[in-house]
């Protein structure tokens, strides 16, 4: 099965520079590579997510880059906000499905005013 | 609307004593999900259900069961608690099979 790691497990940067968040993924078969932010007490919510068929995609202050020759993936926050202090997770699953995404150990983003 | 909403939000329980994790969605998603969320391991699916009257194991249905009553609700039952089933529980609804998941806000459950 698919098998995804994720580094670093803790992040700290002062606000208003800028964080990466690094994937790895196993199974060439894997096409959608979606980003997961979860706040304190809460439960995670996407923020991004790229296709196969794409090697970049942005969203404001955040983008996400995809590597399928390397099999990696990696979030890119810009300009960072205490706002942005969270557990983020990548994910990766084949055919896009909901069904078989296995989920990154998460990286607890801590931005310092 | 309310989204995703699980009951209860915190639970102890003694080993051997059983419980129901209820969750309900009112978006009118069809697929609907139990992964449990453990430090250093992310998130894994423990069942899932593509729409009422249906459910499939994930990755880690062992000490489980599952019922999906209606569109709505997806209930997961701890038949006889262990120690080792001590996490955090988040039920995730999703249109279809594929694409966005969307989380309830968690039932963090500690057995004794």
């Known amino acids: 099965g698919e098998n995804v790691e994720q580094h670093p497990s803790t992040l700290s940067v002062q606000e208003g520079d800028s964080a990466v968040i690094k994937c790895t993924y196993s199974?060439?078969?894997?096409?959608?590579f979606p980003w997961y932010k979860q706040e304190l007490g809460k439960g995670p919510q996407l923020i991004i997510d790229?296709?196969?068929?794409?090697g970049e995609k942005k969203d404001q202050r955040i983008a996400v880059t995809l590597n399928k020759t390397a099999k990696h993936f990696s979030l890119h926050i810009t300009e960072t906000q205490p706002e942005d202090s969270a557990v983020y997770f990548c994910?990766?699953?084949?055919?896009?499905?909901?069904?078989?995404?296995?989920f990154g150990s998460g990286t607890q983003l801590t931005v310092l005013p | 609307n309310a989204g995703v909403t699980q009951t209860p939000k915190f639970q102890v329980l003694k080993t051997g004593q059983s419980m129901t994790l209820q969750c309900a969605q009112d978006?009118?998603?069809?697929?609907m999900y139990w992964y449990r969320q453990d430090p250093g391991m992310g998130l894994r699916l423990i069942y899932y259900?593509?729409?009422?009257?249906?459910?499939d194991k994930g990755e880690v249905p062992n000490g489980y069961n599952v019922s999906r009553l209606n569109k709505r609700e997806f209930s997961l039952r701890l038949e006889s608690a262990a120690p080792s089933q001590t996490s955090v529980y988040f039920c995730?609804?999703?249109?279809?099979?594929?694409?966005?998941?969307?989380f309830g806000e968690g039932s963090r459950l500690t057995v004794l």
């Open positions: 790229i296709r196969s068929n794409v």
């Open positions: 259900s593509a729409s009422e009257g249906t459910t």
């Open positions: 199974d060439s078969a894997s096409n959608y």
């Open positions: 995730a609804s999703s249109v279809g099979n594929t694409g966005e998941l969307f």
């Open positions: 994910a990766a699953s084949p055919s896009g499905s909901a069904r078989q995404l296995t």
């Open positions: 978006m009118n998603h069809n697929s």
